[in-house]
């Protein structure tokens, strides 16, 4: 059983950096294509950033792109979401996903998934 499991949410001001990291275990983080969604209160879940298993090609929503990245940690089994200027806008549960398929921004694709981890912008 993949098991899924996010770290690194906290509380920053806005224009600050924040970096989240998602570790797999039961499973390797070259397997899966794994993507970053989030949910803001009062808000349905939406996609933020993707990366395929192999090539590691990466895909971001338009409100996160030029300010977010996603990399792949082979070694420490992780993935991470490296974010940036961040905005009151910004503040949600961050989970983290993975599929054995393609990257998706369609949150049913995806068949594991963590917790989850809250960010919070705020002055």
């Known amino acids: 059983q993949v098991k899924l499991e996010e770290s690194g949410g906290g509380m920053v001001q806005p224009g600050g950096s924040l970096s989240l990291s998602c570790r797999i275990s039961?499973?390797?983080?070259?397997?899966?294509?794994m993507g970053w969604f989030r949910r803001a209160p009062g808000m349905d879940r939406e996609f933020v950033a993707a990366?395929?298993?192999?090539?590691?090609?990466?895909h971001y929503a338009d409100s996160v792109k030029g300010r977010f990245g996603i990399f792949r940690g082979n070694v420490k089994n992780t993935v991470d979401l490296q974010m940036y200027i961040l905005t009151n806008e910004d503040t949600a549960v961050y989970y983290c996903a993975a599929t054995p398929g393609d990257p998706s921004s369609d949150a049913g694709k995806y068949e594991y998934w963590g917790q989850g981890t809250q960010v919070t912008v705020s002055s």
């Open positions: 039961e499973g390797t983080v070259i397997s899966y294509s």
């Open positions: 990366v395929r298993r192999s090539g590691g090609v990466t």
